[in-house]
Structure formats: C-alpha cells, structure tokens
C-alpha cells in the first residue's frame, strides 16, 4: 500500500511546477530591470504607468474625463482635510504596489497613514480608496488589471467612473474580494472608507458649485 507523508499540494498542481516557476523567476527578473528604468526617466511632467512589464504612457484626456476626476478630487481632498481623516492625491500620484505602479485618477489614505509621508516621497503604498475614471483607452484595464491588483493589495474601496454615461460603480472589499455596493447614475453614494462621505452621484456631474456641496456635506 502507498503511503503518504507530509505536506501534500493540491492536485491541480502540474507536475513540472518548480519548470515553469523557474521560468517565471527569469521572466519577473527582466520585468524588475524595466520597471527599474521606468523609474528612472519617470517624471512629474508625464503621466506614465509600469502595467504587467510594459510602460504606458497615458494620452491627455477629455474635457468630461478631467471634469469628473476633478470635482470628485476637489470634493474627497476638501471633505477629508477639514475633518482632518486623511490626504486625497490626484492623477499623478504613483502608488506602488508588488509588481506595478499605477497612477489612480484620485486615491485617498487614512490619516494614520497619510501622517507618515514625506514631502519628497514618489512612490506611495496602496491607497484605502481608489476612484478611476474611465477613457476608450484605459476602460479595459480599468477592468481587469487593476480591479484584481485593487482587490489583493487591499484598496478597500475602489470607484469606477463612466464620464460620458455619467455613472458611478462603488466596489468595497469584504473578505478579500470585491463586492458591488453601488451601481447608478442617480442616488446618493456613500463611502464605506471616508467616514460620513455621502453624496448625490448628480452632483458629481453636475454643475453647482463644489464649494457649496461641500458646505452641505460639512454642516
């Protein structure tokens, strides 16, 4: 009779594993000398991201794409610095995960991490609250990429923002997978990470000024 001892993987395991992950290593090596270089000629005038071993260089976006990112920056950064929960950055800021660096439309850390920054620090840890806004060129890896990287990196919260259709997908980490808490183009969303954040998603597209929302959400 065969007996089994010790430690037994699951079976789904191919049996030339420890091949393929030699040739893993060898490959994740090269992609670290790149992701070496890409921090070498990134800069602030550039917005650029190092996705899966490959350089992005983003293209200018459109007026509904700035817009949005903007007023939900303006709200989040002007929320969280008078209630003193956090730091807000927006589109350039480089967070820096395992084996990716990304530059999030808007990212928000709690404060007991903010506090922690330095003023020339470049890259940044994984955000506790991401918003991406979505563009033809970006949508897919807004998606895919991200969404997963998001998700096991811990970012607790992650928006989607479609600009054009001017909707807002809320995605909050419950046990280490992403749930859709919100979903709409009308309705109030709440965030699960900026406490006492709440706001109608018309306003976010909307016209009045951000100034006055903000009084609203802070009186």
Request: glycine fraction near 6%; charged fraction near 25%.
């Amino acid at each position: 009779m065969l007996k089994m001892t010790g430690a037994q993987l699951p079976s789904n395991i191919p049996p030339h594993a420890y091949l393929l992950i030699q040739e893993w290593q060898k490959e994740l090596e090269a992609e670290q000398k790149l992701r070496h270089h890409f921090y070498e000629i990134v800069d602030e005038n550039s917005k650029m991201e190092f996705i899966n071993g490959t350089i992005i260089f983003n293209s200018p976006v459109k007026k509904a794409h700035s817009v949005a990112t903007g007023r939900i920056f303006s709200l989040v950064s002007g929320y969280a610095e008078y209630l003193e929960l956090g730091w807000a950055g927006i589109e350039k800021i480089l967070v820096s995960l395992t084996r990716n660096d990304y530059e999030p439309d808007v990212c928000f850390w709690r404060k007991e991490i903010a506090d922690t920054f330095e003023e020339e620090q470049m890259h940044f840890p994984a955000p506790d609250f991401v918003v991406e806004v979505l563009s033809k060129k970006t949508a897919k890896i807004d998606r895919t990429v991200k969404f997963v990287d998001y998700e096991a990196h811990g970012v607790s919260e992650y928006w989607i923002v479609e600009p054009v259709k001017k909707v807002i997908e809320q995605y909050v980490l419950i046990n280490g997978n992403y749930h859709l808490r919100f979903k709409g183009s009308a309705g109030i969303i709440k965030s699960e990470v900026i406490a006492g954040f709440e706001i109608e998603v018309e306003d976010i597209f909307g016209n009045t000024p951000v100034l006055k929302l903000l009084k609203y959400l802070l009186k």
